[in-house]
């Protein structure tokens, strides 16, 4: 449903952004130009759909020349999936979060052999999370590369 018959101004804060903000994604590409009816631009629901995406992966880290090259694979259905919150992906070779596990009972401290160790989080898809110890050997490394690269070409 791409009404088309949108303002800038209407765009702009239905999606939550600034008109500025527009006009900018459209320079760089994250945005199909607008069709022109004399005086007047004209956007549609599509423009909203794509703010709401960007804001989405931003707000995951997605740098916004990964976020063009992302669309560009994308169809409209899967950004809009993208733009509700339902299928936001994590970056590309985006770093692993550092965390620290909670301790298995909460309210005391953990006894000397549960110390709490940092470990890093790697978001491979949507469902899997793998967790390795922070610093681990060059075998193990080795073979979280290999996990992502594998989950990587199945994605």
């Known amino acids: 449903m791409d009404d088309g018959g949108r303002k800038l101004e209407e ?5 939550g952004v600034s008109p500025r903000t527009v006009r900018y ?8 130009q607008p069709s022109f009816r004399g005086p007047d631009t004209a956007y549609g629901h599509e423009h909203v759909v794509r703010l709401r995406a ?6 995951a880290y997605w740098p916004l020349d990964a976020i063009v090259g992302l669309f560009a694979s994308k169809s409209e259905r899967e950004i809009e999936s993208i733009a509700d919150g339902t ?3 994590a970056p590309a070779g985006s770093a692993p979060a550092l965390i620290a596990p909670t301790p298995a009972k909460r309210g005391r401290a953990p006894a000397v052999s549960e110390r709490t160790t940092l470990v890093r ?11 390795v110890p ?3 050997s060059d075998e193990t490394d080795a073979l979280v590369e ?3 690269t594998l989950v990587t070409k199945r994605h």
Do not use: F, S
């Not at 765009?11 to 999606?15: G, L």
């Open 11 to 15: 765009v702009a804060k239905a999606a």
């Open 25 to 32: 994604y459209i320079q760089r590409g994250l945005l199909p």
């Open 54 to 59: 960007i804001r989405r992966l931003q707000d």
């Open 87 to 89: 299928n936001v992906p």
């Open 121 to 131: 989080r790697i978001q491979l898809t949507d469902e899997l999370v793998l967790e």
């Open 134 to 136: 922070a610093r681990a």
């Open 146 to 148: 290999a996990i992502r």
